[in-house]
């Protein structure tokens, strides 16, 4: 396993998947037609999804979103302790709300190792700030992956009104770490806030799953006031992402449903906003990363998420 640390969890034994959860079912009717053909055709990403109209998907955003063989941004000299700007919010219905997006890793991390190593609090104990994610077998980055679907959902959201911030853009030279990821969603005073990210696990092990903050009150963490909030988010996401995309639910971890609660992560134990990580798929499996890699499957996650957060915001 390549993949260690604040964001890492060993797969657990294969279990045999169960029923999508009654939440996924009543958000998504007619997912499990995109389940069915997602198996059919091995995870191709080609069926379009159902239900696009919460977020539209217009010429122009079309036109904005990188491809496939885009160039990172590069780094500057310094890290900068504020998060990426936002450009101006259009006319919307989420006119007012602040949604903070929050790429996993930073593509320079892998030049930082002693920085991004350092032990930072994360309110119950003490993890790395970071680490410098997983890839493909061919050297596709998380870091790469993550921020170009965070540049697609930033698109699809400020089309919708809101206030879309990033917590990197590969715009420093590493990081932010997990304390400081947390810090600001909860300074931008977020009204909903999602960390993507990709899998690193072994060969055979596909899907995706929401990431639930579990309730934690020890030291520096207290998410009782977010557990609620949170998993609505996360249920209407991983709901529109099945819906969108066809991707079923993770076959690893998990009982079937795409959703997992967790007490580790940084990143959630010290929000004080709703929050919600996704790991959009398996890097490590080759029919996961043939959707990873595509631009086209890309922006239908980007889309399926946007749309769950849309859900979310609108009630």
């Known amino acids: 396993m390549s993949y260690v ?34 198996e059919t055709v091995g995870g191709s990403g080609d069926d379009g999804g159902s239900g696009r109209a919460s977020v539209r998907s217009s010429s122009s955003a079309a036109s904005s979103v990188p491809s496939d063989d885009a160039k990172e941004p590069s780094a500057s000299p310094e890290p900068t302790a504020t998060p990426s700007a936002s450009a101006p919010a259009a006319s919307g219905p989420l006119k007012g709300k602040v949604v903070v997006i929050d790429p996993g890793h930073n593509p320079g991390n892998f030049q930082h190792a002693s920085e991004i190593n350092r032990q930072v609090n994360i309110g119950t104990n003490s993890k790395e700030c970071d680490t410098t994610g997983t890839s493909t077998n061919d050297g596709y980055t998380e870091a790469k992956f993550t921020l170009d679907v965070a540049h697609r959902m930033r698109t699809l959201l400020q089309e919708q009104g809101a206030t879309v911030k990033l917590t990197q853009d590969g715009d420093r030279p590493f990081g932010p770490c997990v304390d400081e990821r947390a810090r600001i969603g909860n300074q931008a005073k977020a009204d909903a806030v999602v ?121």
């Open 5 to 38: 640390g604040p964001d890492f969890e060993p797969p657990q034994p294969r279990r045999r998947r169960g029923p999508l959860t009654v939440a996924l079912a009543a958000l998504v009717p007619g997912a499990l037609l995109g389940w069915l053909v997602y």
């Open 195 to 315: 960390s993507i990210h990709a899998d690193g696990s072994g060969a055979g092990n596909r899907g995706f799953h929401v990431i639930l903050p579990g309730a934690v009150h020890a030291g520096a963490a207290d998410t009782r006031a977010i557990v609620g909030p949170s998993r609505d988010l996360g249920e209407r996401v991983a709901g529109r992402f099945v819906a969108v995309t066809g991707s079923a639910p993770s076959n690893y971890i998990g009982d079937g449903g795409g959703l997992v609660t967790r007490k580790d992560l940084g990143g959630l134990n010290l929000s004080t906003v709703p929050k919600v990580f996704i790991e959009c798929g398996n890097m490590r499996d080759s029919k996961d990363a043939a959707l990873l890699t595509s631009g086209a499957w890309r922006q239908k996650a980007a889309q399926g998420i946007s749309e769950g957060i849309v859900s979310f915001l609108r009630g």
